[in-house]
Nanobody, 125 residues
Framework: QVRLVESGGGLVQAGDSLTLSCEASGRMFSTNAMGWFRQAPGKERMFVAA????????YYTDSVKGRFTIDRDNAKNTLYLQMQRLKTEDTAVYYC??????????????????WGQGTQVTVSS
């Protein structure tokens, strides 16, 4: 069993930076790929970024490339999402997710077994 708890969301202005954290409890965090997804009101949950088990490779959706950075600290069982130059269209609930039994990232929600409760990020103009 893996439990994920996100933190770090809030209300910021366009152009600001924010860092989200996701603390995982349970075994085998360090051997599984992790990801961040977001869901805006009235829209489907969408892929944002993902990272391999060892943090050596990461992947991003086009709209956040160059602005967001995903990282992990396996010693602390924590996943991060550093967000810079935030835009109003980044407003959403952000979720961290963990695959189970796979070190390979995915951009598909149905390939992640564990999810956090989400943290709200609101970017005002």
């Amino acid at each position: 069993q893996v439990r994920l708890v996100e933190s770090g969301g809030g209300l910021v202005q366009a152009g600001d930076s924010l860092t989200l954290s996701c603390e995982a409890s349970g075994r085998m965090f360090s051997t599984n790929a992790m990801g961040w997804f977001r869901q805006a009101p009235g829209k489907e949950r969408m892929f944002v970024a993902a990272i391999t088990w060892n943090g050596r490779s990461s992947y991003y959706t086009d709209s956040v490339k160059g602005r967001f950075t995903i990282d992990r600290d396996n010693a602390k069982n924590t996943l991060y999402l550093q967000m810079q130059r935030l835009k109003t269209e980044d407003t959403a609930v952000y979720y961290c997710a963990a695959r189970w039994g796979s070190a390979v990232p995915s951009n598909r929600t149905d390939e992640y077994m564990y999810w956090g409760q989400g943290t709200q990020v609101t970017v005002s103009s």
